[in-house]
């Protein structure tokens, strides 16, 4: 499914509740007479909210396949933030109707899970945006992440508490109950296959400083260049959450690779990994590809470990004697950060059509270009035409920097191709 069809569909339910509660709601003359149907709409459009979180993190290949997991995940988060949003004024204007109302707060069993919904909306949406900051190890974050699977049936019994049997609603909330075990069901399914085919490590290999490949043998896994996986790791006992890395092998080799940074609390511990550990992948991911774009001049543009993909990429088009015209520019801090070189300098020998600018922003007596990829350095090697097609990956601020530079040249946008998690 399109990334606009699915906003398409997301504003046709959108409207189509709107226009429900429009219709069958009797509206007062004043403000105050319209908070209790304001409140019902908050409800409902919450409800709406949280529901599509749950699919747009369910990895389903449907929905993936069609406009990347990265977008599926930034979408997630926003609408995480629209949903306790709008359960915050639903919340507000119930406990202010009751004042009114009553003069006093009436906590009924119902109320009890809205207010523990919320605060529990709070907490997750909270830790979510703000974890990275306090230094939440990541393994913490996602359990409690978990809590969603907890409270949103909760909030369905709110709901369904508050509808009227036989009622529109209602029967959007049976939906709703229906879609959420289903989504469930699905993600216990993948892991119960993925368990099933454990992969092994068959080799732990240092590419540069803080930089680790892992080899795996087990099942081929069907990929294209530039597909990402998740992976899990057994190591003395212990399974470590699963994480997303780039499969940097091509797709022809028999044993899938990954390419690590160490950064955080997981990727620190790459090192530690030993040849004869079990791991479980969930492959492949991603619509990041030089096979999804119909090109014979291309620009790869990495940031740091954003080589990975190219890896994948430029190995598959050695195996199969494909000699497209790329210019990868590859920016780094120093030297000492530079891995895959002697790859790379095979690839220049064996592919006439392919070059390679690598770009050092804190080494001062490099001897090539220095500073950051800029448009006008991509264009003083590689004058593109109009056909040419750019691919960018690298941390999120190298990345949206070069984006905004190339959106603001004569290229065309549907040329500019681009995979964006946060390292």
């Given at each position: 499914m399109k990334y606009t069809l699915f906003l398409q569909l997301f504003a046709g339910f959108s409207l189509l509740f709107i226009y429900v509660w429009a219709a069958t709601t009797t509206f007062g003359a004043t403000i105050v007479?319209?908070?209790?149907?304001?409140?019902?709409?908050?409800?409902?459009?919450?409800?709406?909210?949280?529901?599509?979180?749950?699919?747009?993190?369910?990895?389903?290949?449907?929905?993936?396949?069609?406009?990347?997991?990265?977008?599926?995940?930034?979408?997630?988060?926003?609408?995480?933030?629209?949903?306790?949003?709008?359960?915050?004024?639903?919340?507000?204007?119930?406990?202010?109707?009751?004042?009114?109302?009553?003069?006093?707060?009436?906590?009924?069993t119902y109320v009890i899970i809205g207010i523990v919904v919320l605060l529990a909306m709070y907490l997750t949406a909270g830790l979510a945006s703000t974890y990275k900051f306090i230094r939440l190890p990541y393994q913490i974050w996602k359990n409690i992440h978990l809590i969603n699977y907890v409270i949103f049936p909760l909030a369905l019994l709110h709901a369904f508490n508050y509808a009227n049997?036989?009622?529109?609603?209602?029967?959007?909330?049976?939906?709703?109950?229906?879609?959420?075990?289903?989504?469930?069901?699905?993600?216990?399914?993948r892991i119960f296959l993925i368990r099933r085919q454990p992969y092994t490590v068959?080799?732990?290999?240092?590419?540069?400083?803080?930089?680790?490949?892992?080899?795996?043998?087990?099942p081929d896994i069907d990929h294209k260049p530039g597909q990402f996986l998740f992976v899990q790791l057994l190591r003395n006992g212990k399974l470590s959450e699963a994480h997303p890395f780039t499969i940097t092998s091509s797709p022809e080799s028999k044993e899938p690779a990954i390419t690590i940074k160490e950064l955080g609390d997981f990727t620190s511990t790459i090192k530690d990994t030993k040849e004869g550990d079990q791991a479980f992948i969930d492959a492949p991911y991603g619509i990041f590809s030089n096979l999804n774009v119909v090109s014979s001049?291309?620009?790869?543009?990495?940031?740091?470990?954003?080589?990975?993909?190219?890896?994948?990429?430029?190995?598959?088009?050695?195996?199969?004697f494909d000699d497209q015209r790329i210019t990868f520019f590859w920016g780094n801090r120093s030297e000492e950060y530079l891995c895959f070189q002697d790859e790379l300098k095979d690839l220049l020998d064996e592919m006439p059509s392919f070059s390679l600018v690598i770009v050092m922003s804190d080494q001062k007596d490099w001897p090539g270009e220095k500073g950051f990829i800029t448009a006008d350095l991509i264009k003083k090697y590689h004058p593109w035409e109009s056909y040419t097609q750019?691919?960018?990956?690298?941390?999120?601020?190298?990345?949206?920097?070069?984006?905004?530079?190339?959106?603001?040249?004569?290229?065309?946008?549907?040329?500019?191709?681009?995979?964006?998690?946060?390292?």
């Open positions: 007479d319209n908070l209790r149907p304001i409140q019902n709409i908050a409800a409902i459009l919450g409800m709406l909210f949280f529901f599509v979180q749950y699919i747009l993190s369910s990895r389903l290949k449907i929905l993936e396949d069609g406009f990347g997991l990265d977008k599926m995940l930034h979408l997630h988060q926003y609408f995480g933030r629209a949903a306790v949003f709008a359960f915050t004024i639903h919340g507000a204007l119930v406990l202010n109707s009751q004042w009114r109302r009553l003069g006093h707060f009436n906590f009924t049997p036989g009622s529109f609603f209602y029967y959007v909330w049976v939906a709703m109950a229906a879609g959420f075990a289903a989504l469930t069901l699905y993600r216990l399914y068959s080799s732990v290999k240092q590419e540069a400083k803080d930089i680790w490949s892992l080899l795996f043998s087990g001049d291309n620009i790869f543009i990495a940031g740091g470990i954003g080589i990975t993909p190219f890896m994948s990429m430029l190995r598959y088009l050695k195996d199969n750019f691919f960018v990956c690298g941390p999120p601020p190298m990345t949206q920097s070069i984006l905004k530079e190339l959106k603001e040249t004569d290229i065309d946008k549907k040329n500019i191709h681009y995979e964006m998690f946060d390292f």
